[in-house]
């Protein structure tokens, strides 16, 4: 028998990305209205919050598995009995704090995530917002010839460079899967969403190394510009975590920043990412 449907109502939080989602408990299982309403509202405001929810490892990949399938990160651990599961930690002691780079999740691989749900179990008692950018808008605000120019050019990701490399530094030191490899991607500057058919800007600081057939040099320049054009603070949403709070985001379309101002206390969120399919 299909579950009964909840009560859902979307508000959005800003005019350009989020939105927070009430009248929904994560815990239960979802009617298939629920579920497209959800699906919905993330691809209509890229990144969806929900508040004080209450779920197990194993309720949270009951919930992201109505979206997609769970995929493992590369680099850290999961959970022991849930792999799917990234324990996303800093601790008092720490300074560096994981993914604490604008960025979209491991677009180094081939096939990067669709999406990542990040659910919040320990938080400092202030700060440890993240920040979401719409990287549409970071497209269609660009001047016509620069898109066209952008449109032609193909991106070298790497999980190499070294500011990201640095932000997973503690958690590979105390967790990691021994995977050593360099992970290299090459995806388009430029991508289209497959689910809206809208174009995305899709380099980040992260990752993003140079332009395939350009030096470095060459490309540096291009990408600065690039990486301040598209977190301008009119592309941007800040989510602020209590305990219980969800955030499902959209790799392929938004970007996303993990304020790091809470030195001595501890943060501690579950996250899992959705398989993707490759760019185009
Ligand atoms: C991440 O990049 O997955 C971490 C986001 C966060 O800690 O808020």
């Not at 669709?114 to 919040?120: D, E, F, I, R």
């Not at 305990?243 to 379309?253: E, L």
Request: with cysteine; aromatic share 10%.
């Amino acid at each position: 028998m299909n579950a009964p449907s909840q009560a859902i109502e979307v508000h959005p939080v800003t005019g350009g990305i989020g939105a927070e989602i009430s009248g929904v408990d994560i815990a239960r299982e979802l009617s298939g209205e629920n579920v497209a309403k959800i699906r919905e509202a993330l691809l209509d405001h890229l990144v969806i919050f929900l508040r004080d929810q209450e779920i197990t490892p194993e309720q949270q990949i009951a919930f992201v598995s109505r979206f997609g399938e769970p995929d493992i990160y590369p680099f850290v651990k999961g959970l022991e009995d849930y792999p799917q599961i990234t324990p996303i930690l800093k601790l008092p002691d720490e300074t560096v704090n994981f993914g604490g780079i604008w960025h979209s999740d491991t677009v180094y691989l081939a096939e990067p995530p669709m999406g990542t749900v990040l659910y919040a179990k320990e938080l400092p008692p202030m700060g440890g917002d993240t920040l979401f950018a719409n990287q549409y808008q970071a497209y269609e605000s660009l001047s016509a010839p620069f898109r066209d120019f952008l449109d032609g050019l193909t991106a070298i990701n790497s999980a190499a460079k070294g500011s990201a490399a640095a932000t997973r530094s503690d958690r590979v030191a105390d967790g990691g899967t021994g995977r050593e490899e360099v992970l290299e991607s090459e995806h388009p500057v430029v991508r289209t969403h497959p689910e809206t058919g809208r174009k995305a800007l899709y380099v980040n600081t992260g990752h993003t190394v140079r332009f395939k057939g350009m030096t470095e040099a060459e490309s540096t320049p291009i990408l600065d510009y690039l990486y301040q054009h598209q977190i301008k603070p009119e592309f941007c949403c800040r989510f602020v975590w209590s305990p219980g709070s969800v955030a499902f985001w959209d790799n392929r379309c938004s970007q996303h920043y993990p304020v790091n101002d809470y030195h001595g206390h501890k943060r501690l969120l579950h996250r899992i990412t959705l398989k993707g399919d490759k760019p185009y």
